[in-house]
């Protein structure tokens, strides 16, 4: 069995993830700024709390990175702390900090440490709109960010290549799309999609569905956490650096007719709007060479969602 330390390890993908390694019988140390309330405390069991240890610190902060990665006897690190694109967009200077520096300090650690690998949270974000390229981007498609968040990202895979060469630093980013599931608690589309989409009919509410025109690469957060155990299990340094993953593409009133397959009462207005953004990728080189397969459509995760959160307020699952 193996030691891990996950950087942002309170966060949504980050929780399952988790979970899915301590099932496993690995150990984990989650690193995070909130270690009291975040999306690990909504996905795992109060059992499986108490198997983690918790440490609180800021990825900023590489001298107690160190000591967290040297004192949880890791030999691989995930790191998927960030500040997400309103942030970013809010705050350029902050968010350029967190999402560069801090990953730059992920990775100086393990250059120090000698650890095993990195495995690291990139993001569609460094591709522009859709109409920028002739075919489905592959894992080497130009970067047109068009937002800050993107260009950090973009950064960061820079970055991720020049510790490879430089110093033989072991890493591995994936490309998430628009990540949803339980408990999402952070983003901009993605969690009021997730919010007004799902666990607002889950619970009998009306949602408002925004951007319904537009078409969203949908992947399950289940999916997400796989990628990420997928990398780590690799064996040795992969060919591609930083890989796309993905899931479904689907228009959001085709994911609302989809809720309301499962849901027939949901009451979900589709407001018209597009949105932009990459929402159709090659992922064959996530598939051949981490192995890479997403297991759920988008009917499945909501479904799985929605009972998701049907159980927590002790109602029956729908099938």
Known sequence: MASYLFVGGGSFIGAYAVRSLLRKGHTVAAYDVNIRDNAIHRVLTAEELASVRFIQGDTLDLVNLLHSARESQAEAVVSLAAALIPQCQAQPLLGTRIN????????????????????????????????????????????????????????????????????????IGLRFTVVYGPHRLRGALAYRLGVELLERPAHGQPGRVPAGDGVINWQYVEDAAQAILAALRHDGPTRTRVFNTGGEALRVREAAAAVRGILPEADIAVEPGESQGIYRLNIDGAARELGYHPAYSFADGARATINRYRDRQGLPPVS
């Open 100 to 171: 560069v520096e801090g990953l730059n300090n992920v990775f100086e650690a393990a250059r120090l440490l000698g650890l095993r690998r990195v495995v690291w949270a990139s993001s569609i974000a460094v591709f522009g709109p859709q109409s920028a390229y002739a075919a489905a981007p592959d894992d080497d498609a130009r970067h047109l960010p068009m937002n800050v968040y993107g260009a950090c990202k973009s950064m960061n895979e820079f970055m991720g290549n020049h510790y490879f060469r430089q110093f033989g630093v072991d890493n």
